[in-house]
């Protein structure tokens, strides 16, 4: 059974940044590509960012594009989500996620089968 268990978040200040964790059980983190996601209130979840198995590609929503930055961790079997310049539209619960094959690198939130509890991240203008 995997486990995925995010943390870092927190209150900020517009314009502030905060770096999320996702800390996943398992041995075959380096098999699969992992996504980022996030919900806002009273809004449906949505794609923030993926990055395939290896870490040397990645992709991300628009809206965060040129500020958030997803790297990882083999070895620690840790994901992590660099967040700059935050705007308060980007307050909203943070998940990290796997999908539900190995290598598949997808930005489709159905086809993650594994999710993480979420992290809250408020931005204050």
């Known amino acids: 059974q995997v486990q995925l268990v995010e943390s870092g978040g927190g209150l900020v200040q517009a314009g502030a940044s905060l770096r999320l964790s996702c800390a996943a059980s398992?041995?075959?983190?380096?098999?699969?590509?992992m996504g980022w996601f996030r919900q806002a209130p009273g809004k449906e979840r949505e794609f923030v960012g993926r990055i395939n198995p290896s870490g040397g590609v990645t992709d991300y929503a628009d809206s965060v594009k040129g500020r958030f930055s997803i790297s990882r961790d083999n070895a620690k079997n840790t994901l992590y989500l660099q967040m700059n310049s935050l705007k308060p539209e980007d307050t909203a619960v943070y998940y990290c996620?796997?999908?539900?094959?190995?290598?598949?690198?997808?930005?489709?939130?159905?086809?993650?089968?594994?999710w993480g509890q979420g992290t809250q991240v408020t931005v204050s203008s």
């Open positions: 398992g041995r075959t983190f380096s098999s699969y590509a």
């Open positions: 996620a796997r999908p539900t094959r190995d290598y598949y690198y997808t930005r489709d939130q159905r086809e993650y089968d594994y």
